[in-house]
Nanobody, 122 residues
Framework: QVRLEQSGGGLAQPGGSLRLSCAASGQIFSINHMGWYRQAPGKQRELVSSISGSGSSYYKESVKGRFTISRDNANNTVSLQMNSLKPEDTAVYYC????????????????WGQGTQVTVSS
């Protein structure tokens, strides 16, 4: 019903930058929160950043000042600009969206992107 397609990611050196993008398509009336999770090998999946429909943002403490989340409601996209990358940022990153499918709906459904690898290494 809804597909989230991710792009970006890859390899960066410590202190470098990467930009992740995610586009939602399908039966979408509106999207509440959009965000980014990450999961490193052997670790729990964690919320990195999220952004509300009105543009209010949240950041995990360890990425504050380094990462910036943004969204384009006209195109149903969310991006994560990652600067000053550290080795501990290495993980698979997943985008997520809370989708309202039609005007009559009073609920939303979570959708997930396919994930993209981010590796920070010298």
């Amino acid at each position: 019903q809804v597909r989230l397609e991710q792009s970006g990611g890859g390899l960066a050196q410590p202190g470098g930058s990467l930009r992740l993008s995610c586009a939602a398509s399908g039966q979408i009336f509106s999207i509440n929160h959009m965000g980014w999770y990450r999961q490193a090998p052997g670790k729990q999946r964690e919320l990195v950043s999220s952004i509300s429909g009105s543009g209010s943002s949240y950041y995990k403490e360890s990425v504050k000042g380094r990462f910036t989340i943004s969204r384009d409601n006209a195109n149903n996209t969310v991006s994560l600009q990652m600067n000053s990358l550290k080795p501990e940022d290495t993980a698979v990153y997943y985008c997520t969206a809370e989708v309202v499918h039609s005007p009559g709906d009073t609920w939303f459904e979570d959708y997930w992107g396919q994930g993209t690898q981010v590796t920070v290494s010298s």
